[in-house]
């Protein structure tokens, strides 16, 4: 028979293309030592009798181990286990110090805080290649409401749930071709920015303070100390700068002080007001997670993270210069 070429890295790749959750086995060897790894070739088998099946690489460290135990455990990890992940990702490591571990079924280590563990007793082992395959029955399970870890193309990843039926936006005109339209990513980014914003200025307007003024307390909150023109560098790129005016206003409402002939900074009711202004942001983020799920809101972040990063234009800055928080 001819011999077909195969790519085995073509073929990991495509592999790759199959996302997955990530989990963490574990159990006992005989003489009662954990042992545990990082895999994602965990999936489900059958639902009556309750069913799941993971693969171990003939080369792992734990093969002996794996292959003696009556029982293992499966513990899908939630986003924020990605250094746990890690950690039992390598060989030969003390995986399971600084571990927080929990009461099981049987003596095999269960891992707390995870998004589900299965609790299994292994009914078969079958060999799969480079792999050992091993099939369990599920004694038990339980599950939290964390967002799970992914994996793709061999990265971490986050997932955003796309609902079921599309956004709806169909209250708004159809804009008309070539014109902005609603999936134009500055509109998108800037519509979000403002319908955040308005929510923020109901609370300045009991005030009486301008966005403008928002921003210069919100840096004022970071540096302690600043003159106009270092204060108007920070806010250079929202296209809002504070005038001689607006700090005289500010000085008026007890919320800054001159420091000297130049500098100003935060009075004690200035800061109250700033943290008044973070708790009322922070509660507008909760009820966002309640909306749109935490998982969502925590991909969301990160991409905006990522975007805040690749755009950067070389602002100052405002966390790492001299004056630190307070
Ligand atoms: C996301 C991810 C998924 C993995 N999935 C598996 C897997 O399903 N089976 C496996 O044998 N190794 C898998 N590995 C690799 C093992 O975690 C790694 O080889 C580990 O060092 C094995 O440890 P051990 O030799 O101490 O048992 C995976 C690694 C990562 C980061």
């Known amino acids: 028979m001819a011999q077909v070429e195969f790519d085995n890295q073509a073929f990991?790749?495509?592999?790759?293309?199959?996302?997955?959750?990530?989990?963490?086995?574990?159990?006992?060897a005989p003489d009662g030592t954990p042992v545990g790894l990082t895999a994602n070739s965990f999936n489900s088998?059958?639902?009556?009798?309750?069913?799941?099946?993971?693969?171990?690489a003939k080369t792992s460290l734990s093969v002996a181990?794996?292959?003696e135990a009556e029982h293992w455990n499966v513990h899908?990890?939630?986003?924020?286990?990605?250094?746990?992940?890690?950690?039992?990702?390598?060989?030969?490591?003390d995986k399971f110090s600084g571990t927080k571990l929990e009461t099981g079924i049987s003596s095999a280590p269960l891992i707390a805080d995870c998004s589900a563990r299965f609790q299994c007793r292994n009914m078969v082992t079958h060999d799969g290649g480079d792999h050992l395959i091993f099939?369990?029955?599920?004694?038990g399970f339980d599950h939290q409401p964390l967002p799970p870890l992914v994996f793709q193309q061999g990265q971490y990843a986050?997932?955003?749930?796309?609902?079921?039926?599309?956004?709806?936006?169909?209250?708004?005109?159809?804009?008309?071709?070539?014109?902005?339209?609603?999936?134009?990513?500055g509109y998108l980014l800037g519509r979000s920015h403002f319908q955040m914003l308005y929510r923020m200025r109901k609370v300045f307007d009991e005030q009486a303070l301008e966005d403008s003024h928002f921003f210069a307390l919100s840096v004022m909150n970071i540096q302690q100390k600043l003159d106009l023109e270092q204060l108007n560098t920070h806010l250079d790129y929202t296209g809002h700068s504070v005038?001689?005016?607006d700090m005289k206003f500010l000085v008026s409402q007890d919320l800054i002080s001159?420091?000297?002939?130049e500098s100003y900074q935060l009075t004690s009711s200035g800061r109250e007001t700033s943290l008044h202004h973070i708790a009322q942001a922070k509660a507008i983020e909760e009820e966002l997670i309640d909306e749109l799920g935490v998982g969502d809101v925590m991909a969301l972040k990160l991409l905006l993270k990522r975007l805040i990063h690749k755009t950067d234009p070389g602002l100052p800055d405002l966390w790492s210069t001299q004056d630190k928080p307070l």
């Open 12 to 28: 990991r790749q495509a592999l790759g293309s199959f996302t997955t959750g990530v989990t963490i086995i574990t159990a006992n």
């Open 45 to 56: 088998v059958s639902l009556d009798p309750p069913m799941v099946l993971w693969s171990l």
């Open 65 to 67: 181990a794996f292959s």
């Open 76 to 93: 899908v990890l939630s986003q924020h286990q990605q250094d746990l992940s890690n950690s039992f990702a390598a060989k030969g490591e």
């Open 135 to 139: 099939i369990g029955e599920v004694l």
């Open 158 to 185: 986050m997932t955003a749930r796309k609902p079921w039926e599309a956004v709806n936006l169909s209250s708004e005109p159809t804009a008309p071709e070539c014109s902005y339209n609603e999936d134009l990513l």
């Open 243 to 245: 005038s001689e005016d």
């Open 258 to 261: 001159k420091v000297d002939e």
